[in-house]
């Protein structure tokens, strides 16, 4: 992902004016009875479930180790979905070649008709071509939090709903080929969500909204209403919002980031990213971005599972 435009500018203003904080504050007793009433996402759980995925290496699309683990996540969404499938495609990069992918779509509760899209990417960069060190540059990145994080968190959610069950019917779509992408050229990124939406795996596809994750672990994540969801999804970003499950969400217009949700929005699905946007350093992201320092051990069980709280609080939320 990248982002796009300067809205960081209106995010610094903001937090500077005292905008931030945790907006389940706000919310009124009816919602803050519900929250109350919702199963604790475990954190921990999820953490291991990202440690597992960095254990293949980095998953660049085209190498032995994206292949094992898309293998790995195939099965282990077998585990908790009724259904799963793995969506093969060839898709030209921004570099002019041609790369396998796989969207690997976990699925639960096929039968219902009210549907929640839940995505995040889980290939890694092939080059760290953020990184401080030049010689850095052409190394792949463990993709602990550009990629695993979110992965990890729809992961452990699909596992604890598969316990406690849900009425909705719940799309898990892990996206690949979101990292390959070439700062000038905007289709270059999000291959795989590109490919998706123009080809869902079911015809005619329309769930109530989406939710894209993405670098959801760093301990210090900051997630502001990202530009392109507002856009799209604001009423679903203040739903999210307004379910929050701790101080990382921050009530704040935040940057634009072309994303894997800005070709869902595109699709006519409106989707909202989660994703942690930074007003300090050049990138707009958290100094791991696109560099070898993006490991296992930057990334917090809590903040996972402030996120994956957030999931579940959502979903409560809608199928009440």
């Not at 597992?52 to 998953?59: A, L, S």
């Not at 699309?61 to 180790?65: A, E, N, S, V």
């Not at 296992?296 to 809590?302: F, R």
């Given at each position: 992902?990248?982002v796009?435009?300067?809205y960081?500018?209106?995010?610094?203003?903001?937090m500077?004016?005292?905008?931030?904080?945790?907006?389940t504050?706000?919310?009124s007793?009816?919602?803050?009875v519900?929250?109350a009433?919702?199963?604790?996402f475990?954190?921990?759980?999820?953490?291991?479930?990202?440690r597992?995925?960095?254990?293949?290496?980095?998953?660049v699309?085209?190498?032995?180790?994206h292949a094992k683990c898309?293998?790995?996540?195939?099965t282990?969404l077998q585990a908790?979905c009724?259904t799963?499938?793995v969506q093969?495609?060839d898709?030209?990069?921004g570099q002019?070649?041609?790369?396998?992918?796989?969207?690997?779509?976990g699925?639960?509760?096929?039968e219902?008709?009210?549907?929640?899209?839940?995505?995040?990417?889980?290939?890694?960069?092939?080059w760290?071509?953020?990184?401080?060190?030049p010689?850095n540059?052409?190394?792949p990145?463990m993709?602990a939090n550009?990629?695993?994080?979110?992965v990890a968190?729809?992961?452990?959610?699909?596992?604890?709903?598969?316990?406690?069950?849900?009425?909705?019917?719940i799309?898990?779509?892990?996206?690949?080929?979101?990292?390959?992408?070439i700062?000038d050229i905007?289709e270059?990124?999000?291959?795989?969500?590109?490919?998706?939406?123009?080809?869902p795996?079911?015809?005619?596809?329309?769930?109530?909204?989406?939710?894209?994750?993405?670098?959801?672990?760093?301990?210090d994540?900051t997630f502001?209403r990202?530009?392109?969801s507002?856009?799209?999804?604001?009423?679903f970003?203040?739903?999210?919002?307004?379910?929050?499950?701790?101080?990382?969400?921050?009530?704040?217009?935040?940057g634009?980031?072309?994303?894997?949700?800005?070709?869902?929005?595109?699709?006519?699905?409106?989707?909202?990213?989660i994703?942690?946007m930074?007003?300090?350093?050049?990138?707009?992201?958290?100094?791991a971005w696109?560099?070898?320092?993006?490991t296992?051990?930057?990334?917090?069980?809590?903040t996972l599972?402030e996120?994956?709280q957030?999931?579940?609080?959502?979903?409560a939320?809608?199928?009440?």
């Open positions: 992902m990248k796009t435009l300067l960081m500018i209106l995010a610094a203003v903001m500077a004016c005292g905008s931030t904080g945790n907006s504050a706000t919310a007793s009816d919602e803050t519900a929250k009433t919702v199963a604790q475990d954190g921990n759980s999820a953490l291991e479930l990202a597992q995925q960095c254990e293949f290496g980095p998953r699309p085209g190498t032995p180790q898309a293998e790995w996540l195939k282990t908790s009724d799963v499938i093969q495609a898709v030209k990069t002019g070649s041609m790369v396998g992918i796989k969207n690997i779509i699925i639960i509760n096929p219902a008709s009210e549907r929640l899209l839940l995505l995040a990417h889980w290939d890694t960069r092939p760290a071509d953020n990184d401080p060190d010689a540059h052409s190394k990145v993709g550009d990629g695993a994080s979110g968190v729809l992961l452990q959610l699909a596992s604890q709903l598969k316990a406690q069950g849900t009425t909705l019917g799309d898990i779509v892990l996206v690949d080929a979101e990292d390959m992408g700062a905007e270059s990124w999000a291959l795989g969500a590109q490919y998706w939406a123009q080809h795996h079911v015809q005619g596809y329309k769930p109530l909204f989406g939710i894209l994750l993405d670098m959801v672990g760093a301990s994540a502001t990202e530009y392109y507002q856009q799209y999804a604001a009423g970003v203040d739903l999210v919002w307004n379910n929050a499950a701790g101080s990382h969400f921050i009530n704040a217009d935040g634009a980031v072309t994303d894997d949700h800005v070709f869902v929005n595109q699709a006519g699905i409106p989707c909202v990213d994703i942690d930074r007003t300090s350093g050049d990138s707009g992201f958290c100094p696109h560099t070898v320092s993006d296992i051990d930057g990334i917090s069980a809590a599972g996120v994956g957030t999931l579940l609080n959502v979903i939320q809608v199928q009440q």
